[in-house]
Structure formats: C-alpha cells, structure tokens
C-alpha cells in the first residue's frame, strides 16, 4: 500500500470520514451537556460556578464548532438518505455533496456574527 492517505481526495469518502468525525464530536457534547447539566441537581453553587468557566472566547469558539459539526453532519445526513432512498440519488450524490458544502459554508457564514457576537465585542471592545 502507498504511503500516506487511503482516501486519495475522493470526495464521498472524506463526507464519510466528516460525518463520522462530527457524529463523535456531538455525542461526546451531549455527554458533557448531560453531566453539567446533571450538576445542579448535586449542587446548584457548582453548576453556576462551571456555566461560569464557559463564558470565554475558547468556549465560544468551540460553540462555533459544534454549530458547523451540528449542520454538516445534518445536511450530509439528508444527503446519504436522498441516496439511499432516492432513485437518482447515487447518481447524483457527487452533486448533492457540493450542494451541501454550499449550504453549509452559506449558512455558516451567516452564523458567524450571531454565535460569535460576545467574543467579538469582548475583543473589540464593544460591550
């Protein structure tokens, strides 16, 4: 086998590897979400005191994060089902995953300042 990636650029397989990828990135979220959220029923001090480690720019940017995991992993899982149930859908998958790109770096960008707006204005100085 040639060295360096099995993948060699092909578009479904790097959708199959990014849906994986984002699949795990929301299920260890959700475990996180639970537990934290779980915390004010053990303490009500505590869980104020953790919600208070996330409001930072780190956090935020992860926040970022998770929305474009949430929404390529969405989209693309459109995708794979118009292919799986769609008689035209293998054919048309190669277009159907550009499409998706396209509405995911469009929505994206439009999420930019909405999810983003307190660290901008924290390094911006503007509130």
């Given at each position: 086998m040639p060295a360096g990636t099995m993948y060699r650029g092909r578009e479904g397989m790097w959708s199959w590897v990014a849906h994986r990828v984002t699949g795990?990135?929301?299920?260890f979220f959700l475990f996180v979400h639970v537990?934290?959220?779980s915390l004010v029923r053990v303490s009500?001090?505590?869980?104020?005191?953790?919600i208070a480690t996330y409001k930072?720019?780190?956090?935020?940017?992860m926040e970022f994060g998770l929305v474009a995991a949430i929404l390529f992993h969405a989209l693309n899982g459109l995708r794979?089902?118009?292919v799986d149930f769609w008689a035209k859908g293998p054919k048309m998958?190669?277009?159907m995953l550009w499409s998706v790109v396209v509405v995911w770096v469009v929505l994206m960008l439009g999420s930019i300042y909405p999810v983003l707006q307190h660290t901008?204005?924290?390094?911006?100085g503007k509130g």
């Amino acid at each position: 086998m040639p060295a360096g990636t099995m993948y060699r650029g092909r578009e479904g397989m790097w959708s199959w590897v990014a849906h994986r990828v984002t699949g795990v990135l929301i299920f260890f979220f959700l475990f996180v979400h639970v537990l934290d959220t779980s915390l004010v029923r053990v303490s009500p001090e505590a869980y104020d005191t953790v919600i208070a480690t996330y409001k930072n720019p780190v956090v935020n940017l992860m926040e970022f994060g998770l929305v474009a995991a949430i929404l390529f992993h969405a989209l693309n899982g459109l995708r794979i089902i118009a292919v799986d149930f769609w008689a035209k859908g293998p054919k048309m998958q190669r277009t159907m995953l550009w499409s998706v790109v396209v509405v995911w770096v469009v929505l994206m960008l439009g999420s930019i300042y909405p999810v983003l707006q307190h660290t901008i204005h924290q390094l911006f100085g503007k509130g």
